[in-house]
């Protein structure tokens, strides 16, 4: 008798019933130590369910030779299983056994013989399935899906989770939500994952945005505008038509752009529509800047002039350089206006009376840029808050206290070169905490608050590149024939876009980026309005402005 059906009889003794399904009681052959069916008493070597000697490591087979382990034991199993099968009640030799009960033997050989190996296991079970209906397969194949199939995303904990998602990359990420709804739910959610991607896309992040589910949205258009980058795609051109002359001078601000021509007159413009604002008559324009109520201009006639942008009279003339002004600024609440020109001075004007308070004097070349701009780090020589005038010429940057003594001198000058031997690109950026400049060695940018160098970018082919705007991420440069994108974390060009034949200037005034908020980080609401403009041989301006979202 084999051991299956010896398992499937000692089940049902164990359940109270007799092998042809009666009650069992204690009886004759119970008491002579014979099994319930007659069969002989179970010897120490017998190697049925449960071996009786835990010393035996093999079984014997018909002919009284030892087998391998576990080879008898799948032999006779597969036997019985098929011999109960074909044999009926009335045969007199096995009572009927039911499938559960056939399932159940096979399950206590598999689970409690040590002779079993891996490889007999699954023979056996090989075996049992082709035995099976479809009903069995049925009700074995969907019970496996569960054993098998783990939703470890759904049993963990969401922290635990969560610690697990971070460890992947964003594009595997967006993998796993094709998984199931629950997948995408749990990794959609995953705040810090998603912040982290859009970070190392030089993304802003905010805080005090609560919704789980916004940030991996927000990763979403960011890799789509930064795609856009890489394959040249995130930008478009346009042209502003309306001077008859050369245009010399261009300044940005707000979505406005002011434009001033040698044909006596300044225009301001709508970018996003390309409509003409107002045209006020002026001087040759060498610099403008303007604000709600007025425009300054310097001029190639050695002055600068204030005008009023709804009448267009001129309220103030300033007068007293002997060369040609081409760079100025001001500040309202100082009541300042401060100028560069030719004749190698920077002059600091009351902007309300038009009276020169100093004239600053030390550069040796002409100055092409003045900057007046609120200081943002405690130094040595300034505190957080203070307001700060640079002035910069082809070899040096100078950093002047603003006040009324006369023959002041400069605080601190700043150079690549000891010897002149480099000059300085004619673009200044100064932000309160860092001054930027690009020359033939790179781009330099000092720490205003010890005037030190801390770092020098030379991407290749730097010699003709220059600085257009320096943000915390982002540096936009340019040279005669593309427009850069700088990743400043890596010192990699992430992006270039075509330029046309523009107008040189040596005095860098006729070219000027746009909006500069999205160099400190792009959010999906600051890359949009206007990018660079240039003037053109034909009096035109061309424009390239960001390309909305696809």
């Not at 087998?67 to 096995?94: C, D, F, H, K, N």
């Not at 709804?181 to 905010?206: M, P, R, Y």
């Not at 001029?299 to 001129?314: H, L, M, Q, R």
């Amino acid at each position: 008798m084999s051991r299956l059906w010896e398992a499937c009889v000692g089940a049902r003794v164990r359940g109270g019933l007799s092998p042809g399904g009666a009650p069992s009681g204690s009886g004759p052959a119970e008491a002579a130590g014979h099994d319930d069916v007659g069969m002989r008493r179970k010897s120490p070597d017998d190697c049925g369910v449960g071996c009786g000697s835990a010393e035996s490591r093999s079984c014997r087979g018909s002919d009284g030779r030892r087998e391998a382990p576990g080879r008898a034991g799948l032999r006779e199993s597969a036997q019985a299983v098929a011999t109960a099968r074909r044999r009926t009640p009335r045969s007199g030799l096995l009572p009927e056994v039911s499938d559960a009960e056939l399932s159940a033997a096979a399950a206590l050989s598999l689970r409690s013989s040590p002779c079993f190996l891996r490889v007999e296991k699954n023979e056996t079970l090989d075996h049992l399935i082709s035995l099976s209906g479809a009903v069995q397969l049925r009700h074995l194949s969907n019970n496996l899906e569960i054993l098998l199939k783990r939703d470890f995303l759904k049993l963990l904990p969401l922290e635990l989770s969560f610690y697990l998602l971070k460890w992947l990359d964003p594009q595997t990420l967006l993998t796993c939500c094709l998984v199931s709804k629950q997948w995408n739910k749990v990794i959609s959610a995953c705040t810090e994952v998603w912040q982290t991607a859009c970070k190392n896309l030089g993304w802003q992040i905010d805080d005090s945005v609560q919704d789980p589910l916004h940030w991996k949205k927000v990763y979403l258009k960011a890799i789509l505008r930064m795609k856009q980058l890489k394959d040249h795609e995130a930008f478009e051109t346009s042209s502003l038509i309306g001077h008859s002359a050369r245009v010399y001078a261009l300044y940005y601000k707000d979505g406005l752009l002011c434009t001033g021509s040698d044909d006596l007159s300044a225009k301001l413009w709508d970018v996003s529509t390309g409509q003409c604002i107002y045209g006020i008559q002026t001087h040759t324009c060498a610099a403008v800047k303007f604000d709600e109520q007025k425009l300054v201009t310097g001029s190639f006639d050695n002055t600068v002039a204030c005008w009023e942008w709804s009448s267009g009279a001129k309220t103030q003339h300033f007068r007293g350089h002997t060369g040609a002004v081409f760079s100025v600024d001001y500040n309202d609440e100082l009541d300042i206006l401060v100028s560069g020109s030719a004749d190698f001075t920077v002059k600091v004007w009351a902007l309300s009376t038009g009276t020169c308070l100093n004239t600053l004097t030390g550069h040796t070349e002409w100055v092409t840029k003045v900057v007046l701009q609120k200081c943002k780090v405690k130094s040595l020589m300034h505190s957080p808050g203070d307001y700060i005038l640079l002035s910069a010429d082809k070899y040096e940057i100078k950093i002047w206290p603003i006040g009324r003594e006369i023959n002041c001198k400069c605080l601190r000058t700043l150079s690549v070169s000891e010897d002149r031997s480099i000059s300085l690109q004619p673009r200044l950026h100064f932000d309160g905490k860092y001054i930027v400049c690009s020359s033939a060695l790179g781009l330099y940018q000092w720490d205003f608050a010890s005037y030190d160098i801390l770092r020098v970018i030379k991407p290749p082919d730097f010699s003709n590149v220059s600085l257009l705007g320096f943000g915390e991420i982002f540096a936009l440069l340019f040279d005669n024939r593309y427009l850069y994108i700088m990743d400043l974390r890596t010192e990699k060009l992430i992006s270039r876009w075509p330029l046309p034949e523009y107008r040189k200037s040596k005095r860098g005034s006729s070219f000027l980026a746009g909006e500069m908020s999205w160099l400190n980080g792009l959010n999906g609401q600051n890359d949009t309005g206007l990018v660079f403009a240039t003037s053109m041989p034909d009096h035109s301006i061309h424009l390239v402005l960001w390309k909305e979202h696809g």
